[in-house]
């Protein structure tokens, strides 16, 4: 009972060392998505990428219940080292997210953009996205308005 307690025991061990293996992940460098220190332990003379939006908040104003409007919140890494936005996410499934993937290096500039579908909405929306990266702080968060009204 022991050896094939053993047996069964060594296979799920097995099956859960081979789920971790991830056959689509592109290899990015190390040096690119190593996380910035913490605030209180920061150093001021390390490298680190910098995310600067144009605009942080975009009103649409007025839009009618069904359409879909998209926005482009412009960036740029203002930072001396590649900058990595890792994941991007919105508080509701009405709004689409399109991103850059690829580093980018210091200097660059990016588009973020968000489509906001009305459909089965009503009144005035406030969505929150939170653009994850590899900057310190990690988590930037852009506003999305809109009233949504029937025609």
């Known amino acids: 009972m022991k050896k094939i307690l053993s047996i069964?025991?060594?296979g799920v061990m097995m099956f859960g060392l081979a789920s971790c293996?991830?056959?689509n992940s592109k290899n990015i460098p190390a040096d690119v998505v190593s996380i910035p220190r913490s605030a209180e332990n920061s150093n001021k003379?390390?490298?680190q990428p910098k995310i600067v939006f144009e605009n942080t908040t975009h009103d649409f104003g007025r839009v009618v219940a069904g359409e879909k409007v998209t926005f482009g919140y412009k960036?740029?890494?203002e930072g001396d080292k590649d900058l990595l936005i890792v994941k991007v996410s919105a508080t509701c499934g009405c709004t689409?997210?399109?991103y850059p993937r690829e580093p980018m290096s210091?200097?660059?500039e990016?588009?973020?953009y968000v489509t906001f579908n009305s459909t089965a909405k009503k009144g005035f929306q406030n969505k929150r996205v939170t653009v994850?990266?590899?900057t310190q702080p990690s988590a930037t968060v852009l506003w999305v308005k809109a009233n949504v009204v029937n025609e």
């Open 8 to 10: 069964v025991m060594g």
């Open 21 to 23: 293996q991830n056959s």
């Open 45 to 47: 003379s390390e490298k």
């Open 75 to 77: 960036f740029k890494n």
């Open 96 to 98: 689409a997210i399109d």
């Open 106 to 108: 210091p200097g660059s």
């Open 110 to 112: 990016g588009v973020l």
């Open 132 to 134: 994850m990266a590899n």
